[in-house]
């Protein structure tokens, strides 16, 4: 019954193949960066003493998540020509149920993690009480407190807020309460909030949006692969374009990262002056800061190419620079019916 499944929704006989042939493009791509991953990842980390993990346990993560990955890029291949063999429109169809992945993804967040790593919820206490009175004065709603054990892997400080709406937890790895004291961890804590109340629609339609123009430019691409016998293909939705696509989508997505990343940029330190503002302590803040980037062993002052190119937050200079002096008073948490955005 599962290969007769199978091979209704292939259209035919050729699924096997299929996912074979995605998986192995993904795997020949892990191959050729595993060297440079495994060098950075796991040699450069233990030199600087950011890790104590062996680098068996390193490849042991890294495989587990490059085989999650892997599934699902040849489950998405499998969908995406299979889809298209059945129907003109297979572009519009897909793009729906991509824009809905998304969303779905955002809420799994919270699970995603524990695949890697341990969690287990705050304990109470002190400092979960002040976290709790902090969040409550920034109206952002919770599900959970957790404290990932990552000290097995990486000594890095790390906190983030995952989830969406029932399912919005915070995250503190293991170090990070061992390293902070109680107002270091609650200045982490207010800059997650801001991220919280800042809008998130825009950037999701246009997520959507993009999703949408890609698989369009994909349906012409392989309409004219079929016409002109590119790699031998002479079929709408020959399997044998997935590279050429794998490949275009890189060249187009590349150019965009830059501006993502500047976008991040004033996002994290608008999230700084939130945090400042309704903490009114803005001295805790910069030693948070200069507390983490020691720790993690941070450039405080890369080039500037470096940081166009592959920086998502402000250097440690940029948001210092930024801290003020003096107190401030707490601002007014924005209310979803306050959100001018669609």
Not at 175 to 193: G, K, M, R
């Amino acid at each position: 019954m599962l290969v007769q499944t199978l091979e209704r929704l292939w259209g035919g006989p050729g699924y096997g193949q299929a996912l074979w042939f995605a998986g192995l493009q993904f795997w020949l791509s892990w191959l050729i960066s595993a060297p440079g991953s495994f060098y950075f990842g796991w040699v450069h980390e233990l030199r600087f003493g950011l890790t104590d993990q062996s680098a068996w346990a390193w490849w042991w993560r890294v495989l587990k998540g490059s085989t999650v990955t892997a599934s699902a890029m040849a489950l998405l291949a499998f969908g995406l020509f299979a889809l298209a063999r059945r129907t003109r429109h297979w572009w519009l169809l897909l793009g729906v149920g991509a824009a809905l992945a998304l969303t779905v993804s955002a809420v799994v967040d919270p699970y995603r993690s524990q695949l890697y790593f341990d969690q287990r919820p705050l304990p109470e206490g002190p400092l979960r009480e002040r976290l709790t009175s902090v969040l409550a004065q920034a109206e952002v709603p919770y599900r959970e407190l957790w404290v990932q054990e990552t000290r097995v892997a990486s000594t890095r400080v790390q906190a983030y807020f995952a989830g969406q709406g029932p399912t919005r937890s915070i995250v503190f790895n293991d170090t990070l309460i061992q390293a902070f004291s109680t107002e270091e961890i609650v200045a982490v804590v207010a800059h997650e909030a801001a991220h919280v109340h800042q809008s998130k629609w825009p950037g999701r339609l246009l997520a959507a949006l993009s999703v949408f123009l890609l698989l369009l430019g994909a349906d012409r691409i392989l309409r004219v692969s079929a016409r002109r016998g590119w790699f031998g293909t002479h079929a709408f939705a020959d399997l044998r374009n997935l590279p050429l696509l794998l490949f275009l989508y890189w060249l187009v997505v590349l150019p965009f990262v830059p501006i993502s990343n500047a976008l991040s940029r004033e996002r994290e330190l608008a999230a700084d002056a939130y945090a400042i503002a309704l903490t009114g302590d803005p001295e805790t803040f910069r030693g948070m800061l200069v507390h983490a980037a020691r720790i993690n062993k941070q450039d405080p002052d890369p080039p500037r190419w470096v940081v166009i190119l592959g920086y998502s937050h402000p250097t440690l200079a940029q948001r210092l620079a930024a801290v003020p002096t003096g107190l401030r008073e707490a601002p007014t948490p924005a209310r979803p019916e306050d959100d001018p955005s669609p």
